[in-house]
């Protein structure tokens, strides 16, 4: 079984930052110091396979299992690490979150999805996964619950769909990092000077430790940075790219431009057309990066720096 030393060394250096992040993260707060053990275990249990994911020794081992055993057990499996310290915020609403998000998009891509391109079963599947976290319909549980249906949806695609090239790896070279630096500092050259002259941000630094500042940039890119670009750009731009390779040289321009479009739209957050338009913006320039590299986890760094100068060194000032 092929495997390179970088995956297993970074694997293992991220869920040691993540676990660390939220071990001191819950120290700030009014728990005492069971419940944050509680809850740092609970994250950790969550947390491992979602960034095992992104190692080729994992999915190898995955892949050649019964995937009807091994989806359920993966599902019963985060279900009850859920249930272990968060079962306060558990009720019916999250109940039927739940099952349909479990259920409903498995089976539509195990039994009625034939074809390897984006068509109408693709989008209900990638509707069903985003509704209830763009409508705010999950508890407020520290994105516990989020987290949970960012693993759900890498195992629906990588395993159950099987799609191989969605490029959720880190075993990323120095150029997959070049073309994502490339893409960070065009997207500021673009969007900083949009955004200061419409009264969108202005520079305000964050006063922080150190160590909140690391945990913030972790916040920002595995719970933000990753999966966005594994469900916008792996999964969407990905399968309409292939939609329109037939019928067109240009389809990546296309599927790049659709995709950002449906990219900036998710973003109405408050209903500002300045956010709207400037993570449109974005999308193009990650939907590149991805092109660029065919690596998820190279436009998720773009994605990732972008998103930490805006929080740490810019305030927002929403209309």
Known sequence: ?????????????????????????????AYDQK????????????????????????????????????????VLYLFLSYLLALYRFFDLKLAAIFFIEFFVPYFILRYLWKEEK???????????????????LLPKDYSFSKLIIADLMMFLFLFVAGIKDIGYTWNLNLKDIKVALIGFIVAVLVALPISLYTDFISFHPVKLSIERVIISLMVIFFFVAVPEEFFFRGILQNLLEKRFKERTKYAPVIAILITSLIFGISHFYKYDWRYIFLATLGGIVNGTVYYRTRKITASAITHFMVDAVWSLLFITHWK
């Open 35 to 74: 419940e944050v053990l509680l809850y740092t275990f609970t994250f950790s249990l969550i947390f491992i396979p979602y960034v095992l994911f992104g190692t080729s020794f994992f999915k190898n081992f995955l892949r050649y299992k019964p995937i009807n055993s091994i989806y359920f057990g993966f």
């Open 1 to 29: 079984m092929l495997f390179s030393k970088r995956e297993i060394l970074l694997s293992f250096v991220f869920i040691l930052i993540g676990t660390f992040s939220v071990y001191r993260f819950f120290l700030y707060t």
């Open 118 to 136: 984006f068509d109408l079963k693709v989008f209900a599947v990638l509707l069903i996964i985003a509704f209830p976290i763009e409508f705010q």
